[in-house]
């Protein structure tokens, strides 16, 4: 018998995932940002952390932004790795476009981190004096 709860390990499977996609972002925005990778580089190293989210088993994305940034991964995928036309020219003309994607999906992270309820009562009675 398994020492854990089937919701432990949908946590434990569900936290994975998550983790996965995150580190997919950081390595899509260091490359973006890096001009001397090329577009085989970046195809070659987008595969490889592609291919590993897709080994994970598809969790329920409740965050509007985990569900946006899948979906930006996604996209970006299928406009980069399963383009065969997709070259370092093609790589430089989405670069910037890329890099503000991913910089307004960080914002979407950020903004609704600091939105926890028990803070805002706290802040709304505070007295400033």
């Known amino acids: 018998m398994s ?13 994975k995932y998550i983790t996965e996609l995150e580190k997919i972002s950081k390595n899509l925005f260091r490359m973006l940002r890096d001009e001397k990778v090329t577009s085989q580089e970046f195809t070659v190293k987008f595969e490889q952390l592609k291919q590993k989210l897709d080994e994970r088993e598809a969790v329920q994305l409740d965050s509007e932004y985990h569900h946006q940034l899948k979906q930006y991964i ?3 995928y299928r406009d980069t790795c399963r383009v065969d036309s997709f070259d370092d020219e093609c790589f430089d003309d989405i670069r910037e476009a890329e890099m503000s994607n991913l910089n307004r999906l960080q914002k979407l992270k950020n903004a609704s981190s600091y939105k926890k309820d028990k803070h805002k009562a706290r802040r709304e009675n505070e007295d400033w004096g």
């Open 74 to 76: 996604e996209r970006l």
């Open 3 to 15: 020492r854990y709860t089937q919701k432990q390990i949908d946590k434990f499977n569900r936290q």
